[in-house]
């Protein structure tokens, strides 16, 4: 039995290595030119600007505004007894003008009473229907948010859904906030839904660093599935995002596209028009051509922290492909000094792995979000964002 315990992880390295370099895979730590990247300084000032760029045009497309210069926060509601006194509950309406008309994301924030303030915060990125996901009235409870274990845990609880930014259906991106920001006729860069949620995303933010409950230097976001790629975006375009959290997010999220398993590029499209820019529509059966692959997207994270969840019955997403990814973004984690994942074996399921800056779990069971899953991200938060002493 031993020696059995010693040869697999060694049959299951040369497995996933093996398959890695069959991928051949683009190096994110070759730039443009063909010159190599070997320090954290030209990673951040040459490469990484470089590879975001080239998320933009191929894959997520190109934000027309960044922080709108008339960004208004109005808490419409604050209650400092919710969740039984245990947390002080406040609706935030975050709104803004465009040439387009107004658009306006609601965000639901519970701070921990009775704990040393400002607090880490978790941003949830809902994708699912709001009332029955991130109810404030906490009437429905739903595991997707459990903001109850959250608070408990010492951090802030947030979420906003993104349909407030832009309903979640191909209608010719006539909507939300391409109607009241896009130029016509729309460039092939223009950005997807994917890339107008991670947008809302850091408009929330802008609104957390404000809070004085919440330390604004230490606010992970955290996305499911479509919510999952939202989240590695935001975290790839707004630095400011102190941890990232993709769950279960799958193709053109945490999952390599080359030698990927369940749904590929043009089933991505076929079904989600909407989702991500002109360009990548035309990589369909044509991964190999593409100059990135997802590991550069995980690698955009460095050096902070980030963790990626699987679930063993979700081969739609493909967790091998998800955990290859955070295999190959390693290099530039080491630029930082920083081992990325603690190993590049995969995990057994409900094993997490959490030794390193990228965290990785697979989880038994389907496709969702559930509370051993955020039970995984705030074990590794514990790690990064040093919550004070929990109730
Ligand atoms: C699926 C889609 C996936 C994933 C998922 C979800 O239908 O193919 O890429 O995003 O939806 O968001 O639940």
């Given at each position: 039995?031993?020696?059995?315990?010693?040869?697999?992880?060694?049959?299951?390295t040369?497995?996933?290595?093996?398959?890695a370099?069959?991928?051949?895979?683009?190096?994110?730590?070759?730039?443009?030119?063909?010159?190599?990247?070997?320090?954290a300084?030209?990673?951040?000032?040459?490469?990484?600007?470089?590879v975001?760029?080239l998320?933009r045009?191929y894959?997520?497309?190109?934000a027309p505004?960044?922080?709108?210069?008339?960004?208004?926060?109005?808490?419409?509601?604050?209650?400092?007894?919710?969740m039984?006194?245990?947390a002080?509950?406040?609706?935030?309406?975050?709104?803004?003008?465009?040439?387009?008309?107004?658009?306006?994301?609601?965000?639901?924030?519970?701070?921990?009473?009775?704990?040393?303030?400002p607090?880490?915060?978790?941003l949830?990125?809902?994708?699912?229907p709001?009332?029955?996901?991130?109810d404030?009235?906490?009437a429905?409870?739903?595991p997707?948010?459990?903001?109850?274990?959250i608070v408990?845990?010492?951090?802030?609880?947030?979420?906003f859904?993104?349909g407030?930014?832009?309903?979640?259906k191909?209608?010719?991106?006539k909507?939300?906030?391409f109607?009241?920001?896009?130029?016509?006729?729309?460039?092939a860069?223009?950005?997807g839904?994917?890339?107008?949620w991670?947008?809302?995303?850091?408009?929330?933010?802008?609104?957390?660093?404000?809070?004085?409950?919440?330390d604004?230097?230490?606010v992970?976001?955290?996305?499911?599935?479509?919510?999952?790629?939202?989240?590695?975006?935001a975290?790839?375009?707004d630095?400011?995002?102190?941890?990232v959290?993709?769950?279960?997010?799958?193709?053109?999220?945490?999952?390599l596209?080359?030698?990927k398993?369940g749904e590929h590029?043009?089933?991505?499209?076929?079904g989600?028009?909407?989702?991500?820019?002109?360009?990548?529509?035309?990589?369909a059966d044509?991964?190999?051509?593409?100059?990135?692959d997802?590991?550069?997207?995980?690698?955009?994270?460095?050096p902070?922290?980030?963790c990626?969840?699987?679930?063993?019955?979700?081969?739609?997403?493909?967790?091998?492909?998800?955990?290859?990814?955070?295999?190959h973004a390693g290099?530039?984690?080491?630029?930082f000094?920083?081992k990325?994942?603690?190993?590049s074996?995969?995990?057994q399921p409900?094993?997490p792995m959490?030794?390193?800056q990228?965290?990785?779990?697979?989880?038994?069971?389907k496709h969702?979000l559930?509370?051993?899953?955020?039970?995984?991200?705030m074990?590794?938060?514990?790690k990064?964002?040093?919550?004070?002493a929990?109730h």
């Open positions: 039995l031993l020696l059995l315990r010693r040869i697999l992880p060694l049959i299951a040369t497995v996933v290595t093996v398959h370099a069959e991928l051949q895979l683009p190096d994110p730590l070759v730039t443009q030119n063909g010159e190599r990247v070997t320090s300084a030209a990673w951040q000032t040459t490469r990484r600007p470089e975001l760029e998320f045009k894959v997520y497309g190109r505004v960044g922080k709108p210069a008339d960004l208004k926060f109005e808490t419409f509601d604050s209650a400092s007894d919710a039984d006194g245990k002080t509950r406040k609706q935030i309406k975050i709104s803004y003008h465009g040439p387009g008309g107004e658009g306006a994301i609601h965000l639901v924030l519970f701070i921990p009473n009775g704990i040393k303030q607090v880490p915060c978790f949830l990125i809902c994708n699912r709001a009332a029955e996901n991130i404030p009235t906490r429905v409870k739903s997707f948010w459990p903001a109850e274990q408990a845990r010492g951090y802030a609880a947030a979420a859904f993104n407030d930014v832009v309903h979640d191909y209608d010719g991106f909507s939300g906030v109607a009241i920001y896009d130029q016509q006729p729309r460039p860069d223009a950005w839904a994917i890339a107008a991670a947008w809302g995303a850091s408009r929330a933010l802008d609104y957390l660093v404000t809070d004085p409950g919440i604004g230097q230490r992970a976001v955290v996305g499911h599935s479509r919510g999952g790629k939202t989240a590695l975006w975290g790839a375009e630095e400011r995002f102190a941890m959290v993709s769950n279960d997010s799958g193709c053109t999220g945490a999952a596209a080359r030698g398993q590029i043009r089933d991505i499209n076929r989600f028009p909407h989702w991500f820019n002109d360009t990548y529509k035309t990589f044509r991964e190999d051509e593409l100059p990135l997802q590991h550069m997207l995980d690698a955009l994270i460095a902070r922290p980030l990626i969840g699987s679930a063993s019955e979700d081969t739609w997403a493909d967790p091998k492909s998800e955990f290859l990814a955070a295999v290099p530039v984690f080491a630029l000094g920083l990325g994942l603690a190993d074996v995969m995990p409900d094993m959490q030794g390193g990228i965290g990785y779990h697979l989880r038994t069971g969702n559930t509370e051993y899953d955020w039970g995984c991200y074990d590794f938060a514990d990064h964002l040093s919550p004070p929990a």
